[in-house]
Structures are given as C-alpha cells and as structure tokens.
C-alpha cells in the first residue's frame, strides 16, 4: 500500500504533525510506504527521521518540474501540483493521496479497500463547494448537470493505472493552460472537469471541513446550503476520520481560533509517550480522539465591513473580486 503526501519548505512542520497522527492510527505492520513528494531542495532529514522515529517507511521523491509558470493562490505553493505527477512519481497501481493540513482519527488503510475498476479515483464531495456547475462557473456553464458532485482533492485514492491509460496529468495541464483565467482551485478544477461522473464518492467523514472554526465570516457569505449550523458542524468535526485544515488559516500559523480543533491539532504537535511509540498495539486502527475541554460557539460577526472575508479564509474569491484575478499563465516549462 502506498501513501503519497507533497510539501515543500514552508509545510515541513505540517508534515511531521500529519505524520504524527498517522502513525497512530496504522495498525502494526500494516506493509505501507509513503512517498514525500517534495517540489523544493528544502532540507527533509529531519522529516524523514521523525517517521523513522514514529515507526513509519518514508521516501523522499524530488519533483524536478519547473512549476514557475503554474498560476497559485496566494497562501498555497507549488507543492499543491504534485499530486497530478503521481503517475511517474511512484511505481503502485494504486495510490492514497493525502494533503498534509490534516490530522488523521482512523486508520486510512480501510479506503485501499476501496474498488476503483476503471475509475480514476475516489473523493469526498466538497463541503464548501459541492456542485461542480457552480465551482466551474467561470468557463463551464451548461456542460454540467446542476446536481453533479465536485470533490476536494486534499484526501484521493487514485487509480493510477487509470491515470496512465488517460494521460490524466498531460490533460489536466493542458486544460489549466487553456482558461481563460486562473481557476479559483487550481488543479483540483482542473481533476474535477476531466474525471466527472467517473469518480467515487467517499464517506464524507473522510475530509471533514473544520467549518465551527470560521465563525467570523458573516452569516451572509455562507454557501446557503450550509448555512450557519453550529452544533452540525462540531459533530461532524467530532466524527471526522480525516480532519482537513483547509484554506489560509492554518493551525500552525497565528492567529487561529482557540477552538478544540486547534487543541486536537496540537496533540500531535507536542510528542507525548504514547506517540513516540510506534504504531500502538492497544486498539491501533480504531484511535480514540484527543479530549478535548468544550469549546463555547464563537460569536458570530454581524454583515459590517469589519468581518473576515470567505476569500481571505478560504482563498475562494466573492464574486465582487472576480474581476480581480490575474490571467491565466503560459504551460509550464519542463526540465
């Protein structure tokens, strides 16, 4: 079984936590390999030895691209293409593909499980922008059907025989050269366009949102099908398998909502006995949850100029700012 994670420099220490947390949730001897997908010369001794240290077999593999000419959001990298180079980045099949802002709860080896056949992959639909007509709205209107799902890309069991047989990653390059302005979600756009009505859709417990931590972002900006359900959203935070630190607000970076997320986030920060120790025997694919104190609601802010934006949260821009975002750039340059 392989994991994939990608990360430069500036996500090295996300990758130890998210390392940490899945050296937990691995039962012994489970035979999986991870491959640290890396886009920069950054150092990655120290990320190699604290999974050596949490019991855990990490390669690192350099992606000698030229990513420069790639467009990116302000608070991503170019590490966030990587994972349209798995297919010649590592040998498997089958790939599990994992962003490193996340904190796992279960054992991710269950979704190898998965049947893919002749699917590309399988995904969790998007909390945030679940419908595939309106997150490509900018050059796709009237080829999808309004109910068609659109999946995050942070968490992907990819059949990368599949993605051989389809030039999926020459494809999806061509079609982010081809827009006629950068996509809002890059290379997630681009995945969703070319895989839809093909993929699977995962339990969304899978990729869960931290969506209780946002609670500045006025009512009135909210996607009106999630709408501003507080105790909704800390239950499925309190559920989540695979808890997804999305957008620019990072836990590891201040300021962050003193929320219990940001406390199960720092569980893994600060090694604990139990931690150190590889792959526990006692109940290793059923981890219990870090407890954490109660976490009164945050107070909502009222529609004033004052409130933090979705686009400053999130990186997805109001339809006020789209007349703002840059044109597209050129095909990247290969060396």
């Known amino acids: 079984m392989r994991i994939a994670i990608a990360f430069d420099g500036q996500y090295a220490s996300a990758a130890r936590n998210m390392l940490s947390s899945l050296a937990r949730c691995l039962p012994p001897k489970s035979g999986v390999r991870i491959s640290a997908l890396m886009t920069d010369d ?29 467009p990116l959001l302000r608070y991503l990298t170019g590490a966030t293409y990587a994972r349209l180079f798995l297919p010649e980045l590592v040998p498997d099949d089958v790939a599990l593909y994992m962003d490193v802002d996340v904190v796992l709860m279960r054992d991710v080896t269950e979704l190898f499980a998965t049947d893919l056949g002749d699917r590309p992959l399988a ?78 859709e995962l339990d969304p417990r899978w990729n869960v949102f931290p969506m209780t931590d946002f609670r ?81 609601p945050l107070a909502l802010t009222g529609g004033g100029g004052s409130a933090t934006s979705p686009a400053a949260v999130f990186g997805y821009p109001n339809r006020r700012d789209q007349d703002k975002r840059p044109e597209r750039r050129k095909r990247p340059r290969f060396v």
Request: with cysteine; hydrophobic share 35%; charged share 25%.
């Open 42 to 70: 950054s150092p990655s001794a120290d990320v190699v030895e604290h999974a050596m240290s949490r019991g855990l077999d990490l390669e690192v593999v350099r992606l000698r691209r030229d990513l420069s000419d790639l």
């Open 123 to 200: 995904a969790v639909r998007d909390m945030w922008r679940p419908n595939l007509h309106e997150a490509l709205a900018g050059g796709s209107n009237g080829r999808f059907a309004p109910d068609a799902p659109y999946f995050n890309a942070g968490v992907m069991l990819c059949n990368l025989r599949q993605w051989r047989r389809e030039s999926l990653t020459e494809r999806a390059l061509d079609w982010l050269a081809s827009q006629d302005q950068v996509p809002v979600c890059l290379e997630q756009d681009a995945l969703n366009a070319l895989t839809h009505g093909r993929w699977i």
């Open 216 to 296: 500045d972002i006025p009512p009135e900006a909210w996607p009106p099908r999630l709408g501003t359900e507080y105790h909704a959203y800390r239950d499925q935070g309190r559920r989540a398998f695979v808890l997804h630190f999305i957008g620019s607000r990072k836990p590891w970076r201040h300021p962050y909502p003193d929320t219990e997320n940001l406390r199960r986030y720092r569980h893994f920060t600060t090694p604990t006995v139990e931690d150190l120790t590889p792959n526990p025997v006692t109940s290793p694919s059923r981890p219990t949850s870090p407890t954490v104190p109660e976490t009164p």
